[in-house]
């Protein structure tokens, strides 16, 4: 008596193969995190190593509401795409616009703290060590924030051209998948850069 009554070639043809923008978001997203892996493992070994001033102690402030609205954003966005789901559209677009406004909101913030470090506390990526691997890891997440935002903002404007049609709502997800990431990051970068390296 066989033990295997299917057969392999059974087994693969009827199994849904998974979405290939997912596949290829998910590697993606592990390159990423690799790479921002030795961005974080940078700072955490130069912290206190700074020769001269300033020091995070003496400039950083604790960006809790720039904090506030980017994790806050991983919420609209998962709302939009439910709401894209049920082809809520306008509902979609409210949530989605919220989105990209809570992360322009965040990006503005870390503007204004760039621009408060360099022009009164004089804290450029070439003072000491302490800015070069400031200006670094915090900089590379801006950098993944404005691709971000510059992707949603592409989304909208097609949402209001034209109608998302339903094949669409994966590649909405892929999109939402790379938003999470890109805050699940910051919650390590605040971690590191504001809690354990002040």
């Known amino acids: 008596m066989n033990a295997f009554p299917m057969s392999v070639a059974n087994l693969s043809s009827d199994a849904p193969l998974p979405y290939k923008g997912r596949l290829a978001m998910f590697v993606l997203i592990a390159a990423e995190s690799a790479i921002f892996t030795i961005f974080v493992m940078a700072y955490?070994?130069?912290?206190?190593r700074s020769l001269s001033g300033p020091t995070p102690q003496q400039v950083?402030?604790?960006?809790?509401?720039?904090?506030?609205?980017?994790?806050?954003?991983?919420?609209?966005?998962?709302?939009?795409?439910?709401a894209l789901a049920r082809r809520a559209i306008d509902v979609f677009r409210a949530f989605w616009a919220?989105?990209?406004?809570?992360?322009?909101?965040?990006?503005?913030?870390?503007?204004?703290?760039?621009?408060?470090?360099i022009t009164v506390d004089g804290l450029t990526v070439s003072t000491n060590l302490f800015g070069t691997t400031y200006y670094?890891?915090?900089?590379?997440?801006?950098?993944?924030?404005?691709?971000?935002?510059?992707l949603l903002v592409a989304v909208f404007v097609l949402s209001v051209i034209t109608k998302l049609r339903p094949q669409d709502t994966q590649r909405v997800q892929v999109l939402a998948l790379y938003w999470h990431f890109v805050d699940c990051v910051w919650v390590v970068v605040f971690t590191v850069v504001y809690v354990i390296g002040r």
């Open 44 to 48: 955490i070994y130069y912290i206190g």
């Open 98 to 117: 919220l989105t990209i406004l809570f992360g322009a909101i965040f990006l503005f913030g870390t503007a204004r703290e760039w621009y408060k470090l």
């Open 136 to 150: 670094s890891l915090v900089g590379l997440h801006a950098l993944h924030v404005v691709v971000g935002l510059i």
């Open 60 to 82: 950083l402030d604790v960006p809790i509401l720039n904090t506030a609205f980017l994790l806050s954003s991983s919420l609209t966005i998962w709302l939009a795409e439910r």
